[in-house]
Antibody
Framework: EVHLVESGGGLVQPGGSLTLSCAASGFTLSWYWMSWVRQAPGKGLEWVADIKQNGSEKYYVDSVKGRFTISGDSAKNSLFLQMNSLRAEDTAVYYC???????????????WGQGTLVTVSS | DIQLTQSPSSLSASVGDRVTITCRAGQSISIYLNWYQQKPGKAPKLLISGTSTLQSGVPSRFSGSGSGTEFTLTISSLQPEDFATYYCQQSYTFATFGGGTKVEIK
């Protein structure tokens, strides 16, 4: 059974850094594209970053480019999100998500972790 | 960026009602459109991918249709467990989500 468990969230001051981790089980993480998706309190969903199998390609939403770095560790079957220069608007629940291809090769987010809350505040 | 506009943003309905949610894309996205259900305090759950493919375990009262720029999610007979927020998401270019539609009890 597929499980994704995030950790590392918490309270951080503006301008600070935080690293989120996601432990995967039930599948081999390096065989899939993986993503981070966030949700600000009371708001909708926002895609944050993608990493291709084996980390050969990485993509980010414009608002986090240059500040966030997505990475994976195949030995630990884990995904990470290094977040620097954090801003109040980065406050959100961050979800670790598996991306897979369905019928007609349409990419979809098929498994989600429970999320970890990041609060950026002084 | 490809924008997705969902309507309505919220609706009130009764058990047994037929509910339709619309998602409009800012440009053609072919069939690269997925639907998710989210309940309070929980992670989103994939319901439909590729516009109309129902995920395993999802009740057949859910259906999706459309192509290009206009898509719909239909719940044929609303059940108590269907009260939730629904999001569309495009995977034509990276990923963007619609603003969500909250389905509330009338």
């Amino acid at each position: 059974e597929v499980h994704l468990v995030e950790s590392g969230g918490g309270l951080v001051q503006p301008g600070g850094s935080l690293t989120l981790s996601c432990a995967a089980s039930g599948f081999t993480l390096s065989w899939y594209w993986m993503s981070w998706v966030r949700q600000a309190p009371g708001k909708g969903l926002e895609w944050v970053a993608d990493i291709k199998q084996n980390g050969s390609e990485k993509y980010y939403v414009d608002s986090v480019k240059g500040r966030f770095t997505i990475s994976g560790d195949s030995a630990k079957n884990s995904l990470f999100l290094q977040m620097n220069s954090l801003r109040a608007e980065d406050t959100a629940v961050y979800y670790c998500v598996r991306r897979s291809l369905g019928k007609w090769a349409v990419a979809r987010f098929d498994y989600w972790g429970q999320g970890t809350l990041v609060t950026v505040s002084s | 960026d490809i924008q997705l506009t969902q309507s309505p943003s919220s609706l009130s309905a009764s058990v047994g009602d037929r509910v339709t949610i619309t998602c409009r894309a800012g440009q053609s996205i072919s069939i690269y459109l997925n639907w998710y259900q989210q309940k309070p305090g929980k992670a989103p759950k994939l319901l439909i991918s590729g516009t109309s493919t129902l995920q395993s375990g999802v009740p057949s009262r859910f259906s999706g249709s459309g192509s290009g720029t206009e898509f719909t999610l239909t719940i044929s007979s609303l059940q108590p467990e269907d009260f939730a927020t629904y999001y569309c998401q495009q995977s034509y270019t990276f990923a963007t989500f619609g603003g969500g539609t909250k389905v509330e009890i009338k």
